[in-house]
């Protein structure tokens, strides 16, 4: 019974650690077009990343082509990669 409580606090304590408001959001252009579903995003400040399409956008197969202006969803632990969540018009 101490074992299953043990896991059960572990699980819990690791939801809170990685919750989704971890986020960072910032806006950007797609500069190219990779295999994969994956692009090269130019964000405002500068920096390029790698993206990859939200599962929501895959599923109602928004399209996304070089040039869009979108936002990208990024994790603070690496800065290199992240989620385009919205294409902005």
């Known amino acids: 019974m101490l074992i299953k409580a043990l896991k059960v606090e572990d699980i819990e304590r690791f939801k809170q650690a990685m919750a989704k408001e971890d986020c960072i959001e910032l806006e950007g252009t797609v500069v190219e077009t990779l ?3 994956m692009f090269r995003v130019e964000l405002e400040n500068g920096h390029i990343v ?26 603070p632990y690496d800065l290199t990669k992240g989620r385009i969540k919205f294409r902005n018009k």
């Open 35 to 37: 295999p994969n579903t």
């Open 50 to 75: 790698t993206a990859h399409i939200s599962g929501k956008m895959r599923k109602n197969y928004i399209r996304i082509l070089t040039g869009d202006k979108v936002t990208v969803e990024m994790t």
